[in-house]
C-alpha cells in the first residue's frame, strides 16, 4: 500500500512537472511568435523608409533636372511654410489669450467665493 501510495504520488508529480513544462513552453513559444512578429514589422519599416529615402533623393534628382520648376515651386512652399506658421502663431496666441482668461476669470470666482466666505465670517462674528 505505502509503495502504491508512494508511485501514485510520483506519477501525480510527474503529471504536474509535465503541465509546468507545457505551460512554459507554450509562453516561450508566444514570446517567439510575438518577437518575430516585432520584427517582421519592424523589417517592413525599415524597408518602407529605405524606399521613402530612395523616393526623395529621386524627387531631388528630378527637381535639380527641373531648376526653374524646382525655384518656382520652393518659393510656393516657403511662401505656404510662411502662411501656415502666421496661422499657427495667431491660433497659438488665441488659445494663450483664452487660457489668460480663463485663468482670470478662476482667479476672480475664487477670489468672490473666498469674499464671500469672509463676509459671511463677519455677519455671523456680528450677530
Do not use: I
Not at 39 to 55: D, F, N, P, T
Not at 71 to 99: C, D, L, P
Amino acid at each position: 500500500e505505502v509503495q502504491e501510495a508512494e508511485s501514485e504520488e510520483t506519477k501525480r508529480k510527474a503529471a504536474e512537472s509535465a503541465a509546468a513544462v507545457a505551460v512554459e513552453n507554450k509562453r516561450k513559444s508566444e514570446v517567439e511568435a510575438e518577437n518575430a512578429e516585432s520584427a517582421e514589422k519592424k523589417r517592413k519599416e525599415s524597408a518602407a523608409a529605405v524606399a521613402a529615402g530612395e523616393l526623395r533623393r529621386k524627387e531631388a534628382e528630378v527637381q535639380e533636372a527641373e531648376s526653374e520648376e524646382t525655384k518656382r515651386k520652393a518659393a510656393e512652399s516657403a511662401a505656404a511654410v510662411a502662411v501656415e506658421n502666421k496661422r499657427k502663431s495667431e491660433v497659438e496666441a488665441e488659445n494663450a489669450e483664452s487660457a489668460e482668461k480663463k485663468r482670470k476669470e478662476s482667479a476672480a470666482a475664487v477670489a468672490a467665493g473666498e469674499l464671500r466666505r469672509k463676509e459671511a465670517e463677519v455677519q455671523e462674528a456680528e450677530s
